[in-house]
């Protein structure tokens, strides 16, 4: 697989991406948080009229930066981030999910590296994210990428 794109999500991808996400949480979280309280998070974090909305909204809420996704040589999406600078300088990372067949080969460095531009760009410093446990396995990924815990589950880099 190699990684053709990183892209603003159209209205189009919504349903896609909300299935990545809901897929990546499954396999992430169940055998960590179990499977009521992955249910919840899938339900909370993937819902497909919510991820619509964001993505089809003009302008968004304020301080809303919108979705993107990854895409392959073929255009199918590998992975998805959503980002946003909520409070003046302080950059917020709300989701970012990867495929399965499509992690560790520089896919979620790549929406990470895009998502981080677009907060630079409306002048965020610093960029945070909150993790679901704090025995998260993607705590390798953003301790290689520059965070360090401000608590056990939130995390934080300068830009």
Known sequence: MQLADVRTAAAGDATTISRLLADAIRGSYEGILGE???????????ALPRIRAEIEIPGGAPGWLGWLVATDADGTIVGATASGVPVPGEGELYALAV?????????????????????RGFGAAEQRVSLPTETDPSLPF??????????????????
């Open 36 to 46: 009521i309280p992955t249910r919840r998070l899938v339900s909370t974090q993937c």
């Open 99 to 119: 495929a399965e067949g499509s992690r560790r080969r520089g896919v979620g460095s790549a929406l990470l590296a895009a998502a981080t531009e677009r907060m």
């Open 142 to 159: 953003y301790s290689t990428t520059g965070f360090a815990p401000l608590t056990p589950t939130r995390l934080s880099r300068k830009l």
